[in-house]
C-alpha cells in the first residue's frame, strides 16, 4: 500500500493535538469520492500523541457514527456500528490504532493485543473511511491531509511517524 496522505488533528478551542492519521491506499488519489468508489484495501493509521480513555474514544465514533452516517445507514448496519464502537479501546500516549479495510472481509480494527473484525459489505466499509474523508471528518485539516491537500510542512516528521513511501 502506498501512503495517501497524512494530517494531525487537533481539537477544541486551544487546538490540543490528539493524533496523526496517515492514508493508506494500494493506488493514491486525492479525490474523496473516488476512494470511496474503489474496491480495494485501505488503511487508516492512528498515532496518538495525547492519551484519550476508552470512553472518550467510543462517544467520538458513536459521533461520527452519527453525524456521517444516513438514517437508512445507521439501521442497515446498527450491529456493525456498535462492535465498531465495542472493538475501540483506550488509547495511550505514543500507541497506535489500524483501521483495515479488505474487500469480501470487513473493517479489521487493530489497536496493541486487540484485533477486532468486524465482517461487513463495501456500504459499511465506506461508511468508516467517509468518517474521515467524507463531508463530515473530525475537522477539515484531517480530511485535506489524509486526500494529499495538506502543505508539507504541517506534520514534523518524526521517528514514529508514518513517513514510509510504501507499506
Given at each position: 500500500?502506498?501512503?495517501?496522505?497524512?494530517?494531525?488533528?487537533?481539537?477544541?478551542?486551544?487546538?490540543?493535538?490528539?493524533?496523526?492519521?496517515?492514508?493508506?491506499?494500494?493506488?493514491t488519489c486525492s479525490d474523496s469520492e473516488e476512494i470511496?468508489?474503489?474496491?480495494?484495501?485501505?488503511?487508516?493509521?492512528?498515532?496518538?500523541?495525547?492519551?484519550?480513555?476508552?470512553?472518550?474514544?467510543?462517544?467520538?465514533?458513536?459521533?461520527?457514527?452519527?453525524?456521517?452516517?444516513?438514517?437508512?445507514?445507521?439501521?442497515?448496519?446498527?450491529?456493525?456500528?456498535?462492535?465498531?464502537?465495542?472493538?475501540?479501546?483506550?488509547?495511550?500516549?505514543?500507541?497506535?490504532?489500524?483501521?483495515?479495510?479488505?474487500?469480501?472481509?470487513?473493517?479489521?480494527?487493530?489497536?496493541?493485543?486487540?484485533?477486532?473484525?468486524?465482517?461487513?459489505?463495501?456500504?459499511?466499509?465506506?461508511?468508516?473511511?467517509?468518517?474521515?474523508?467524507?463531508?463530515?471528518p473530525p475537522t477539515k485539516d484531517v480530511r485535506k491531509?489524509?486526500?494529499?491537500?495538506?502543505?508539507?510542512?504541517?506534520?514534523?516528521?518524526?521517528?514514529?511517524?508514518?513517513?514510509?513511501?510504501?507499506?
Amino acid at each position: 500500500m502506498k501512503l495517501n496522505g497524512e494530517a494531525l488533528c487537533e481539537w477544541g478551542f486551544f487546538k490540543f493535538d490528539l493524533y496523526r492519521i496517515a492514508l493508506w491506499l494500494e493506488n493514491t488519489c486525492s479525490d474523496s469520492e473516488e476512494i470511496l468508489q474503489r474496491d480495494e484495501a485501505r488503511c487508516l493509521e492512528l498515532r496518538f500523541v495525547r492519551s484519550l480513555d476508552e470512553g472518550d474514544m467510543q462517544k467520538a465514533y458513536r459521533e461520527s457514527f452519527r453525524v456521517n452516517a444516513t438514517p437508512l445507514e445507521k439501521k442497515q448496519f446498527s450491529r456493525e456500528i456498535q462492535k465498531f464502537i465495542d472493538g475501540v479501546k483506550a488509547a495511550p500516549k505514543r500507541s497506535s490504532m489500524r483501521i483495515e479495510s479488505l474487500p469480501g472481509l470487513g473493517i479489521t480494527i487493530i489497536q496493541g493485543e486487540s484485533n477486532t473484525l468486524i465482517e461487513s459489505n463495501k456500504g459499511f466499509q465506506d461508511l468508516v473511511f467517509r468518517m474521515y474523508v467524507g463531508e463530515k471528518p473530525p475537522t477539515k485539516d484531517v480530511r485535506k491531509g489524509l486526500l494529499g491537500q495538506h502543505p508539507p510542512t504541517v506534520i514534523p516528521a518524526e521517528k514514529e511517524s508514518a513517513d514510509a513511501p510504501e507499506k
